[in-house]
């Protein structure tokens, strides 16, 4: 009996364009690192958390926004 916990597939399925498109501009653009779509990401995710400062972390360490959640 297998029992599925998160179906990966069907949730790439329900936003596959979404997704193939951001990759194709990643490279496209050829910027893997603090390009274009890092910023947009960071400013998207800063506004979900309702915060105004930058996510993206590095070397291992916590993205800066976990520390200054509300």
């Not at 599925?4 to 790439?12: G, M, N, P, R």
């Not at 936003?15 to 890092?38: M, S, T, W, Y």
């Amino acid at each position: 009996m297998t029992i599925t916990l998160v179906d990966l597939k069907a949730q790439y399925n329900s936003i596959k364009d979404e997704i193939d498109n951001a990759i194709h501009r990643v490279v496209e653009q050829g910027q893997f690192i603090l390009g274009p779509e890092v910023k947009a990401f960071e400013e998207e995710m800063a506004a979900y958390c309702g915060t105004k400062l930058e996510f993206g972390g590095g070397k291992g360490q916590m993205p800066k926004v976990w520390h200054n959640l509300p």
